[in-house]
């Protein structure tokens, strides 16, 4: 006589095991390429949330970085019309344009089929699987993702760099028609190096047989992105330009509302003195010049400016 044997698990034992699931299987990823631009929240079991994108900044906008604007602009033309194109690693000096150039690249070329995904650093280990979903778009689908990631850099006991270094150039499936990766960071050696380990290497202090090889290992994270563009501080000149642009463009909007004009220039067509100082002093006391400053100082001076053209009506 057989006897039968359940094997159901215990309920409380399948909570466990629904629960642990829920916390380390990422969901299946859908995207829509009539969405402009997602943003990845929620860590490992998050999802691709869609943005609603503000599409006022322009390339034109964008001034005192000429070369590095036509360098990203060429590479991604040529991505866009499915020409061989690089991964871009955009480094430098704070405030001075990387991530507004992502938001101006999307302004200019939506219509042409761009389409953004923002991901942190530390959800770097989901780009596998985003890939995965954008390789998964039917073949007619002629719109092409740039997985852009801000502030990108790690520190030595930080391993999900290694997904990053397997989707730029390394894993069988990395050459692609319809990603790339744009990252910015403010240090051009994205994996910390260490002085020590020059030293031990030096003093012959390490265990290692082939010492120069951690310090190959620290490089080759940034050698992957075929495109780096570096990002200078600028010159006292540029940055004010920066800041004529700016309040130029603040001066319309206020007079495509109002019956005031904001006055900002000398005789000469230049700014005037007193607005000059006060963008320099504004620079000052954030300790440089950049385009970012800039745009700060230009709302802050046509917010003020506004304010006192109300204060004087009432």
């Known amino acids: 006589m ?87 690693l955009m480094t430098g000096t704070r405030g001075a344009g990387k991530s507004s150039l992502i938001r101006a690249l999307l302004q200019a070329y939506h219509s042409e089929g761009l389409r953004i995904i923002e991901i942190a650093r530390d959800d770097l280990q989901v780009l596998d699987k985003i890939r995965a979903a954008i390789n998964a778009l039917p073949e007619d689908c002629t ?13 030595g006991q930080d391993e999900s760099y290694r997904a990053l270094k397997s989707v730029l150039d390394g894993a069988l499936d990395s050459e692609q028609d319809k990603l790339l990766v744009y990252a910015t960071s403010n240090r051009r050696r994205l994996l910390p190096q260490m002085m020590k380990d020059n030293l031990d290497i030096y003093n012959g202090q390490t265990d290692e047989v082939n010492p120069y090889e951690t310090i190959d ?64 002093r504004w620079a000052s006391e954030r300790g440089g010049r950049s385009g970012r400053v800039a745009y700060q100082f230009s709302r802050y001076w046509s917010g003020k400016t506004q304010l006192a053209i109300e204060d004087r009506k009432s």
């Open 2 to 88: 057989s006897q039968s044997n359940n094997y159901a698990l215990p309920a409380p034992l399948l909570e466990l095991l629904g629960q642990y699931l829920q916390e380390h299987v990422t969901p299946t990823i859908k995207i829509d390429s009539s969405q402009l631009a997602y943003r990845w929240v929620g860590g490992r079991t998050g999802h691709l949330q869609p943005l609603s994108v503000n599409l006022f900044l322009s390339l034109e906008d964008l001034q005192g970085i000429d070369v590095q604007k036509a360098k990203l602009v060429q590479n991604t033309r040529q991505f866009l019309k499915g020409y061989p194109a690089n991964h871009v």
């Open 143 to 155: 719109c092409r993702y740039i997985v852009y990631c801000d502030d990108l850099a790690f520190n």
């Open 217 to 280: 290992e620290t490089v080759s994270l940034s050698d992957r992105f075929g495109l780096s563009l570096t990002f200078h501080p600028m010159d006292q000149q540029t940055y004010l330009q920066i800041v004529q642009h700016y309040l130029r463009l603040e001066q319309q909007k206020i007079s495509a509302h109002t019956d005031h004009d904001m006055e900002m220039n000398a005789e000469d067509g230049s700014l005037s003195n007193k607005i000059r100082m006060d963008a320099l």
